[in-house]
């Protein structure tokens, strides 16, 4: 039997983090620049049964049966198994790498487990839909996340622009794919600093339940500018986007997930000619994006290296 290979893309955040867990739209697209990719190959030589798990990245190899059952690997392939209901695949090695940052907020949880389950459930013979994909996904993202909106595994999974609003019984969410009337295109800057997603989440919730009329307050206003980030991709006004882009930022300032760091690196691409800018995912550490002129692109980019960007890559984000 020959090797099966999946690979799902990275994402964005473009407007409305944090916010959206709570119910307000958010705005988010694939990159796909960046990749997870999995490889499941038989093993004739093993029982059936037997699954081997290799993620070089991390220095992992080991089998499933050895792996904690909260291990978000362990909960990926057990999860096909059960879907499928195949308690004794053939024995098999499900290799997975990644060249997506880890805890940066490019969605790098979330592309694993879809890259996995598309290789591991086609090596099963069930290729499983984007639906249930989706779904499955989203039930490991609450081992990264904590409370997730479902944004993630969303985009991940339908590798589209999207505009999202959190649903309380489905993983999915109410999911609406966004008519690019101009692409336009984002530089992601990277801050260098790991900052784990669940634990920003969790610190938003926290102060949320101290002044919940406060940070209600916050999310509902980031919600308004996403529905008007909405209507400015779907009339091709780059401009005002960014400035949408610049007042979420201050939001997201006032919520408490912002840095220094971060802070610099939208600075410097707002200088060197970025139409608006922000941080990108759970923040304090990770990424930050600039919607860029096509003219200024090289600029902006120039202006994170000198900035002290761990590095920086460009999207074009279109229909």
């Known amino acids: ?48 049964g037997w699954v081997g798990v290799q993620a070089p990245d991390i220095d992992l190899e080991t089998t499933l049966a050895d792996l904690p059952a909260d291990d978000p690997l362990a909960r990926v392939i057990s999860g096909v198994l059960e879907t499928i209901v195949i308690p004794q695949p053939p024995a098999c090695t499900v290799r997975i790498t ?39 996904a989203f039930q490991v993202e609450k081992l990264h996340h904590g409370t997730p909106s479902g944004i ?51 610190d938003v919730r926290q102060a949320w339940l101290k002044d919940v009329e406060l940070y209600e307050g916050l999310f509902a206003s980031t919600g308004d500018l996403v529905k008007s980030a909405r209507s400015a991709i779907e009339n091709g006004d780059t401009p005002l986007l960014g400035q949408l882009m610049d007042a979420n930022q201050e939001i997201l300032e006032k919520i408490g997930v912002s840095s220094p760091d971060l802070e610099r690196l939208i600075q410097a691409a707002r200088q060197a000619g970025a139409y608006g800018a922000k941080l990108s995912g759970g923040g304090r550490g990770g990424n930050m994006i600039a919607l860029a002129p096509i003219d200024a692109t090289s600029e902006v980019v120039e202006a994170l290296t000198k900035a002290s960007a761990k590095s920086s890559l460009v999207t074009v984000v279109s229909s």
């Open 1 to 48: 039997m020959p090797a099966i290979t999946a690979t799902a893309p990275g994402k964005a955040i473009l407007l409305g983090e944090h916010a959206v867990v709570y119910g307000q739209p958010a705005i988010a697209v694939p990159v796909i620049q960046v990749k997870a990719r999995a490889i499941v190959t038989a093993r004739p030589d093993r029982p059936r």
């Open 98 to 136: 990644s060249t997506i940052p880890i805890a940066a907020g490019l969605g790098s949880g979330a592309a694993i487990s879809v890259a996995i389950i598309r290789a591991f459930s086609e090596f099963l013979g069930r290729p499983l839909p984007n639906e249930q994909v989706s779904d499955l």
């Open 152 to 202: 993630d595994n969303t985009v991940v999974t339908y590798e589209r622009a999207v505009y999202f609003t959190k649903s309380n019984d489905a993983a999915r969410g109410q999911m609406m794919t966004l008519k690019v009337a101009k692409p336009f295109t984002l530089v992601i800057g990277d801050s260098g600093v790991s900052s784990p997603t669940v634990l920003t989440v969790s």
